[in-house]
């Protein structure tokens, strides 16, 4: 990376997500004998996604909530990373990321300063972010 990009500071930042919000719950229920009870109440579930960025040297982070994980999202994240992270866009971040599926489609548009550097399957321990 150092010598296809010489002129650009190349820095290593961490990215990971998580999905936060409300699950059914199951109770029990009195009815007749051979008759189902009707439940009253939603059926639905809602959630956010909480994607974070790390700067392990530093310790620098940017957490920002997105209403779902998918690709059109994670391509929001990164170019507001890379306009927060390098507003002068003069480094070359490059990006920890897992093997989700919104972090392998081939129609997510990553900014040019921005490299994704995927890991391992199934290994959380090499992600730094992975704790937070």
Do not use: Y
């Not at 009253?40 to 700067?55: D, E, I, N, W, Y």
């Amino acid at each position: 990376m150092r010598r296809r990009h010489p002129e650009q500071t190349l820095e290593l930042w961490a990215e990971d997500e998580a999905q936060l919000g409300l699950k059914l719950i199951a109770r029990r229920g009195w009815s007749l004998k051979g008759q189902r009870p009707t439940a009253h109440g939603r059926t639905k579930c809602q959630r956010l996604s909480v994607s974070g960025f790390v700067h392990p040297a530093s310790g620098r982070s940017l957490e920002l909530i997105l209403p779902a994980a998918n690709t059109e999202w994670m391509a929001a994240a990164l170019a507001d990373f890379a306009r927060w992270a390098d507003p002068e866009g003069r480094k070359l971040l490059v990006v920890l990321v897992d093997n989700a599926g919104w972090h392998l489609a081939k129609r997510l548009e990553v900014p040019a300063n921005v490299f994704l550097h995927r890991l391992p399957p199934k290994n959380p321990e090499l992600q730094p972010v992975e704790p937070l």
